[in-house]
């Protein structure tokens, strides 16, 4: 695919660089989008900056790729560079950031949706990354997997889950079983949590029922039911 590449060209921190790894440490992606309407270069000149990551300035943009509204995706930062971009994760997680502002949780109303060449494009330099560094599905995640609800927001967000629901669980010998509300109120109403009746409406009923789940098999208690919370609960209605 086609990456214009910045590492060359951004500016800099005046005196701050990043650390760097072995490629070998890499082992997820993981996407964010800008909350902003800004562009990659103020995005870099606003992280090198005093800023609500570092009061000192960040080294650069921290993130590895951008993908602009027009759908160009840009590579800022080697992947041997350790940037930013998700508390706990920076050593190990490649960061790619989609420009604009879009609707997501925590009373993030947005400004426009991801366009649909930004989708295209975010598609393709997925699917580059994960068969570059021979990753499955499991190993693409959102910020909001790491404690960031509004990040990349709801249609990004979607996009992620579907991706990574799309297996067979071999392990488990089971077969891929669509993930629905539906589905997912049948299968607790199964295990005895109440979920109330199977007619596809995420109701209060419903939202209690996936969160005592989650609670009682120690998983993230969210009420979403993401990656880990629906291999669960296939495990334990096979």
Not at 51 to 61: A, E, F, T, V
Request: hydrophobic content about 35%.
């Amino acid at each position: 695919m086609e990456i214009l590449n910045l590492t060359q060209k951004l500016d800099w921190h005046p005196t701050r660089r990043w650390r760097t790894r072995e490629l070998t440490k890499i082992n997820k992606v993981i996407i964010h989008q800008e909350l902003g309407e800004g562009s990659i270069e103020n995005v870099n000149r606003y992280h090198i900056k005093p800023n609500h990551m570092s009061l000192k300035g960040c080294p650069r943009i921290c993130y590895h790729y951008g993908i602009r509204e027009n759908g160009e995706v840009v590579q800022m930062n080697e992947l041997s560079h350790i940037v930013w971009h998700t508390k706990g994760q920076n050593t190990n997680a490649i960061g790619i950031m989609l420009v604009g502002n879009f609707a997501g949780p925590g009373h993030n109303t947005g400004t426009r949706d991801p366009s649909k060449a930004q989708m295209d494009s975010l598609e393709e330099l997925v699917g580059y990354l994960l068969k570059s560094f021979n990753f499955t599905h499991q190993d693409l995640y959102g910020h909001y997997h790491f404690g960031k609800p509004a990040c990349p927001g709801y249609i990004v967000q979607d996009w992620i889950e579907n991706l990574r629901n799309n297996i067979v669980l071999d392990e488990l010998h089971l077969v891929q079983v669509e993930k629905s509300i539906v589905e997912i109120q049948k299968r607790l109403n199964h295990l005895g949590y109440g979920a109330g009746k199977a007619d596809g409406i995420q109701g209060v009923n419903t939202l209690t029922a996936i969160r005592k789940f989650q609670k009682e098999q120690q998983l993230m208690v969210d009420g979403i039911v993401g990656p880990q919370t629906w291999k669960r609960l296939l495990t334990l209605t096979a």
